[in-house]
C-alpha cells in the first residue's frame, strides 16, 4: 500500500498563489506518476494535473493551463503543485493521486486540503 499525506490549502483572496506538496510513503517503489485533482462543491471530481516518474512528462487540464504548475521529487516521493493566479472557481477540495506502475489509473488518494477563494 502508498499513503499520501497532503500539506497546504487555505483560504486565499482571487488572483493569490498556493503551494500544495504531497509526501508517498509506504511502497512508493511501485508509483510510476502522481496527479493532483480537485472537487468544487456540488461537482465531480475533476482531474487538474499529472506527471510521471519516469521521464518527468507532465499533463494538464486545459483550465489550469498556464496557471498551475505540478512537479515532482522522485527521490524525496514527493509531488507539488503551485497554483498562480486563482480564480474563484478554483474553490474545492485539492487531492493528491498515485498510479501504479502498468496502471492506468490512480490508486492511491490523499486526504484532501480545501483551498476557499474570496473574490
Known amino acids: 500500500q502508498v499513503q499520501l499525506l497532503e500539506s497546504g490549502g487555505g483560504l486565499v483572496q482571487a488572483g493569490g498563489s498556493l503551494r500544495f506538496s504531497c509526501a508517498a510513503s509506504g511502497r512508493t517503489f511501485s508509483i510510476n506518476a502522481m496527479g493532483w485533482f480537485r472537487q468544487a462543491p456540488g461537482k465531480e471530481r475533476d482531474f487538474v494535473a499529472h506527471?510521471?516518474?519516469?521521464?518527468?512528462?507532465?499533463y494538464y487540464a486545459d483550465s489550469v493551463k498556464g496557471r498551475f504548475t505540478i512537479s515532482g521529487d522522485n527521490a524525496k516521493n514527493t509531488v507539488y503543485l503551485q497554483i498562480n493566479s486563482l480564480k474563484p472557481e478554483g474553490t474545492a477540495v485539492y487531492y493528491c493521486?498515485?498510479?501504479?506502475?502498468?496502471?492506468?489509473?490512480?490508486?492511491?488518494w490523499g486526504q484532501g486540503a480545501q483551498v476557499t477563494v474570496s473574490s
Open positions: 506527471v510521471s516518474w519516469s521521464g518527468g512528462t507532465t
Open positions: 493521486a498515485a498510479r501504479r506502475l502498468g496502471g492506468t489509473s490512480y490508486d492511491f
